[in-house]
């Protein structure tokens, strides 16, 4: 027997009842973007294998053991991109924009690929918000970065539930010489490390500080602290960010273990992560990479950026019902008409209100009925007045506009009024 078909473990379909919610908060986080003066980028969801190979890092799990990696038919290595910081400095690079000092600004959405194993919050096609920012070096833009967030959080109702996560790895050559620390230390632990830990030793120490097993973080209670090892610069830099915080009002709280996944960070370094989602509770992780765009073969370009998981934020609104009311009704008004000559006329009626109110919700039904079955479809819709045309409104030329959720009666409307008056009923968005 054929298998039905099905889609990819770990890569969803987001279905109707859940698009509105989607469509709420990438408009609400757009929305706020633009009004920080943030332009969007978009870039292509397929790259070269190499891009993030030289990007990420070899021995990060994104690279390791994460990417949808394929050969086209050209023989060219390809790869579903795992994240974006990676393709959006390859195109500003490739565009010349930051070129010269340009300050750029940008945001993108859109699908991510990681061979994960899939569960709550964590998928295989997941999506995700992301924003770089090149050429400032200085801390205040790492503060508007989280700035922008924290206001994020409080125009979605969720500020309560996150909490904000900081640390900095420094400079590359300040965290050179922890590293060196840090190896020198758990060297000498080795026996008492997990298998995973034992191997990162070798090819990214600072990530074993990142580590679940409760073996290895007792060895690391008494490790060197990267505080310790912070150049001035990056001492200083870190100062700065959290007096921005502090005169906002944010709250943080510093975790000397925070080194995320990917190689290419610098300095600041943050997570806002709830206890509200079970494991998968980081919703937005960021942070500085001085050296990135260098090292992908541009000029020293500083950088500082953050994704956000559209998933996981979605599912905190979700969990903290924070589902604004309006977002469900998608319909405004719904149009019944009755016989053939009713329906021809209701379509020229509907076409002339939408010239005069382009944003009203306004469905025409389709498929004709009896009054019965049409007033069904207009109740289901959720609109908010249906709008009636049989033969005796055809014969004087008028409407019947019936309230669907209580408040009055229903009452006839002059063609030539409708408009005017569904301007007067319905609030616009
Ligand atoms: P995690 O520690 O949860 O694996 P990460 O450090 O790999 O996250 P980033 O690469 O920093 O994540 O991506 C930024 C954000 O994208 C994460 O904070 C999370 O909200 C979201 N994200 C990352 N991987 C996934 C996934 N597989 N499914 C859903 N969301 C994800
Ligand atoms: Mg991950």
């Not at 912070?230 to 830099?237: P, Y």
């Not at 709250?251 to 925070?258: F, G, I, Q």
């Not at 600041?268 to 989602?277: G, I, M, P």
């Amino acid at each position: 027997m054929s298998k039905s078909l099905q889609a990819i473990r770990g890569m969803n379909d987001i279905l109707p009842e859940q698009t509105p919610l989607w469509r709420y908060f990438e408009g609400t986080v757009a929305r706020l973007l633009d009004n920080y003066g943030y332009k969007q980028i978009r870039m292509p969801i397929v790259e070269f294998t190499e891009l993030f190979k030289r990007s990420i890092g070899e021995v990060t799990d994104i690279v390791e053991k994460e990417m949808y990696t394929f050969e086209d038919r050209n023989g060219d290595s390809l790869t579903l991109r795992p994240e974006g910081t990676a393709a959006c400095v390859r195109a500003v690079l490739e565009h010349g924009i930051t070129g010269g000092g340009q300050v750029q600004k940008l945001w993108y959405i859109g699908p991510m690929f990681r061979h994960e194993r899939p569960q709550k919050g964590r998928y295989r096609q997941f999506h995700q918000i992301g924003l770089e920012v090149f050429n400032l070096d200085g801390p205040d833009i790492d503060a508007e970065l989280i700035i922008m967030t924290w206001r994020l959080w409080g125009e979605l109702g969720i500020r309560d539930a996150v909490k904000l996560e900081l640390n900095s790895l420094g400079t590359s050559e300040s965290r050179g010489r922890y590293r060196e620390a840090l190896v020198e230390y758990l060297s000498a632990h080795h026996d008492k490390l997990d298998e995973d830990s034992q191997r990162r030793l070798k090819t990214n120490p600072l990530r074993v500080l990142d580590t679940k097993n409760a073996d290895t973080q007792a060895v690391l209670v008494d490790a060197p602290k990267m505080a310790d090892y912070l150049d001035d610069e990056s001492r200083a830099h870190f100062e700065g960010l959290k007096a921005r915080l502090d005169a906002v009002g944010i709250p943080y709280v510093l975790n000397p273990k925070l080194v995320r996944g990917l190689d290419y960070y610098s300095k600041t370094v943050f997570e806002w992560v709830t206890d509200k989602l079970g494991a998968q509770g980081t919703v937005c992780a960021g942070g500085r990479y001085d050296g990135l765009v260098e090292q992908m073969g541009g000029k020293p370009t500083p950088g500082v950026g953050f994704a956000m998981g559209i998933e996981r934020l979605v599912l905190m609104l979700e969990t903290l019902e924070q589902i604004p009311q309006e977002i469900a009704r998608q319909v405004d008004v719904y149009l019944c008409a009755f016989g053939e000559e009713a329906e021809l006329a209701g379509l020229a009626l509907a076409e002339r209100v939408r010239n005069e109110l382009p944003n009203l919700r306004l469905q025409v039904n389709a498929g004709a009925g009896s009054f019965k079955s049409q007033f069904k479809k207009a109740d289901k819709s959720g609109a908010l007045y249906a709008l009636i045309l049989g033969d005796d409104e055809m014969a004087q030329q008028v409407v019947g506009f019936k309230p669907l959720r209580g408040q009055g009666e229903q009452q006839s409307i002059a063609w030539d009024a409708l408009a005017a008056h569904l301007a007067t009923c319905v609030v616009q968005g």
